[in-house]
């Protein structure tokens, strides 16, 4: 049976580190060195694993355990991490550090402590001679942080095909996500009427509707009710570009916003909404305004009363009652895979969503080894009796 002891947390420190020191920030992403790395673990400690391109000097891993029965659950983590603004770290975001129970360097929480789980997990596994009931296989992907490329990649390259339960290892905050919000990203545009900055009266500014329009679906946001495990739908006015010249009236200017929706009812309800306060903002202004979708990923959620879901509850639980049922607020890997594959899946791994994409993110050890424990009684759960 799989035991996480003190050898097991340290060597899960270490392993941190290294991947954190290997700097795979997504663009340019560059995932090969860590692709490498992770690849010559897994062979030095008896597994099978290959690299699976994506484009030059970009690849995920995909490794596999064989079990007793057909059939496979997936481990699934990313390899590549956002970009970092150096200057505003107070610690170097590539050399990680230790403080206080802390490791502070960029992806220890999103997600390469994810992927250290994944990976000790597996080596546990095989080092044990364990045998599960079922293939283990492991997905570590190139391009999460973008357009899950990587992930679109393994499903297509049929090495998961097998594939009965998914499990992506993000940070969770100890919760245990039996799905995710969809992702919608849309681009509203109002366009106006140039003139000379001294002479306002004889253009159209559109940056003024723009304003208006973005006030006014901030406030509206803030009354999205809420869903019984699913919490409730959000939009983030991610970006707002108006204007060329400072002595010019802007005539064009451009809002791109960042939903998260926990049905597709709601999506409708959110460009129902955005194209009603566009034209509201608009109105006796002489601006025009229009909106278009760049990108949408449905929601997921899995049942509840699957197996393996279940399964993967209990041990989350261990001597506690389980808790709610919920999906979690942000996108995963998943979205490239469940289309095709149709399997249940569950977000779970260590770390805080909170501490990711910004300066000094950092990963509390206590979540790395709450984690080992999860997924080790989940997967002696799974051992061929």
């Known amino acids: 049976m799989l035991r996480i002891d003190e050898e097991v947390r340290q060597e899960a420190i270490e392993l941190l580190q290294t991947l954190v020191g290997i700097r795979s920030a997504n663009p340019p992403g560059s ?12 062979v030095k400690n008896g597994i099978d694993a290959t690299l699976v391109p994506l484009e030059k000097g970009r690849s ?35 050399e990680p550090r230790i403080n206080q129970g802390r490791v502070c360097g960029l992806g220890s929480a999103d997600m390469k402590s994810g992927v250290v789980v994944i990976l000790e997990m597996a080596k546990l596994i095989a080092q044990n001679n364990l045998t599960l009931n079922k293939d283990l296989v492991l997905a570590l992907t190139a391009d999460e942080e973008s357009t899950y490329r990587g992930a679109a990649s393994v499903t297509e390259s049929g090495l998961i095909d097998d594939a009965e339960f998914l499990i992506i290892a993000e940070p969770t905050a100890g919760k245990v996500y039996c799905g995710q919000k969809g992702e919608l990203w849309l681009e509203v545009e109002f366009s106006g009427k140039a ?5 306002p009266d004889l253009g ?3 940056i003024l509707p723009a304003a208006r329009f973005c006030l006014d679906l901030a406030e509206a946001a803030n009354t999205f009710r809420e869903h019984v495990g699913r919490g409730h739908s959000t939009v983030n006015i991610g970006q707002f570009n108006g204007g060329w010249q400072v002595n010019i009236v802007p005539d064009t200017t451009k809002v791109r916003l960042d939903s998260r929706v926990v049905s597709d009812e709601e999506k409708r309800m959110v460009v129902d909404l955005v194209q009603r306060l566009g034209q509201e903002a608009i109105a006796n202004t002489g601006a025009e305004f229009r909106t278009k979708t760049i990108a949408y990923r449905p929601p ?4 509840t009363n699957n197996p393996y879901v279940q399964s993967f509850l209990r041990a989350a639980a261990g001597n506690h009652s389980q808790a709610e049922m919920e999906i979690a607020p942000y996108s995963t890997d998943g979205v490239a895979i469940i289309p095709k594959l149709g399997i249940p899946m569950v977000v779970y791994g260590p770390g805080d969503i909170a501490q990711a994409h910004q300066p000094d993110e950092f990963l509390e050890l206590s979540s790395l080894y709450q984690a080992l424990d999860v997924f080790a009684r989940f997967f002696n759960g799974l051992v061929s009796r």
Do not use: M, Y
């Not at 003139?195 to 002479?199: C, D, R, W, Y």
């Not at 997921?300 to 049942?303: C, E, K, L, R, T």
């Open 31 to 42: 995932e090969n060195e860590i692709a490498t790395v992770v690849k010559e673990f897994l």
């Open 60 to 94: 995920s891993v995909v490794a596999r355990i064989r079990g007793t029965s057909p059939g496979s659950v997936v481990l699934c983590g990313h390899l590549d991490t956002v970009n970092a603004d150096e200057q505003k770290w107070s610690v170097p975001p590539f």
């Open 195 to 199: 003139a000379h900055g001294s002479l």
């Open 204 to 206: 159209v500014n559109a």
């Open 300 to 303: 997921i959620v899995s049942d």
